[in-house]
């Protein structure tokens, strides 16, 4: 259905004035000049064809059509209010998913949320771990969930771990993830010396096949030849299906593991784990922020993309050192 409309800038300023009885007094409720009021007002009853008003020396009264026509715009005003009071409701009451690799989850985005939450205690935050959202040799969706389920005020964004190269989505580049060799003290108190990076041909040598397989990052082969160390069987040592089995081998002092840098980063402050040599092993993929277009500009989303990145910023010093 269409429908033949006055603008809206002058229903409200003849809804305003009506209300006041003044001119003056409308145009202060909508921050602009008397002359506006009455040049809106003017237009009104030039496309109605009608007389709103009556201009007396010093008082303003409603014409029987302005005061038949009042009750009507005034309802018509509340419900385009309410409208768009029910949209912005629909967007914010929903959930915010945030969809991410098992690994940063854990080491990464969760002992951070607390910072988010305080600022944000009205948002329904759901963290789902998935290793879809890691790339693989094929990538068809960067998203990798499907959207099908979620309620139409859901907002849902992805953390990816990949190339970076998602057509058709909004993408943010977070940070890399350069690997470093990591312990746990107590090794380095009870085992073999590691003063030099020869040492570790004395070291157990924990493998994560989840990076090893060339994809998605180095291995421990790729650490020595950057190290200057030959003569080692870098394929020794135990072998794990992802990173998060490696973390807590690490942890417990079984042996040395290949670590994302910023992954072990807190556990380094902490004291749990060390990094006994400067040498960072590059990756070709990297930690991105990618966001469905559909949803980019919703607040819960904007507030999210803003304390994640601002977070991701805050430790670049400390990685590039």
Not at 60 to 79: F, I, N, S, Y
Not at 276 to 293: R, T
Request: proline letters at 7%; a negative charge.
């Amino acid at each position: 259905m269409s429908y033949r409309l006055p603008p809206l800038k002058a229903l409200r300023a003849f809804e305003a004035a009506a209300r006041h009885l003044s001119f003056k007094d409308a145009a202060q409720e909508m921050s602009v000049t008397p002359t506006a009021i009455s040049h809106q007002i003017k237009l009104l009853e030039e496309y109605l064809d009608l007389q709103l008003f009556h201009r007396l020396t010093r008082a303003l009264e409603l014409t029987p059509q302005g005061e038949a026509m009042l009750p009507k715009v005034r309802e018509g005003l509340d419900c385009f209010a309410a409208a768009v009071a029910s949209a912005h409701e629909r967007v914010t009451s929903g959930r915010l998913i945030v969809v991410l690799p098992p690994s940063f989850a854990t080491r990464w985005l969760v002992p951070r949320l607390r910072r988010f939450a305080e600022a944000e205690p009205s948002l329904s935050l759901h963290v789902i771990r998935s290793l879809s959202t890691i790339d693989g040799d094929q990538v068809a969706n960067p998203a990798s969930f499907d959207l099908a389920d979620l309620r139409q005020e859901d907002s849902v964004v992805v953390i990816r771990f990949g190339t970076g190269v998602y057509p058709g989505f909004q993408v943010d580049h977070m940070f890399a993830s350069d690997c470093i060799a990591v312990c746990s003290p107590k090794l380095l108190e009870t085992g073999p010396p590691l003063r030099v990076p020869a040492d570790m041909r004395h070291q157990v040598l924990l493998h994560d096949q989840g990076i090893s397989s060339g994809r998605s990052g180095p291995a421990w082969d790729e650490w020595f030849k950057l190290a200057g160390v030959t003569g080692v069987d870098s394929s020794a040592g135990p072998h794990f299906s992802d990173s998060g089995l490696v973390y807590v081998a690490a942890l417990d002092g079984l042996g040395v593991a290949l670590a994302s840098k910023p992954l072990v980063a807190t556990a380094i402050a902490q004291g749990r784990l060390v990094a006994p040599f400067d040498i960072a092993v590059g990756q070709k993929f990297a930690y991105y922020l990618v966001v469905p277009q559909a949803v980019a500009e919703r607040p819960a989303v904007q507030a999210f993309r803003k304390w994640l990145l601002e977070e991701a910023k805050a430790e670049e010093p400390e990685r590039a050192g």
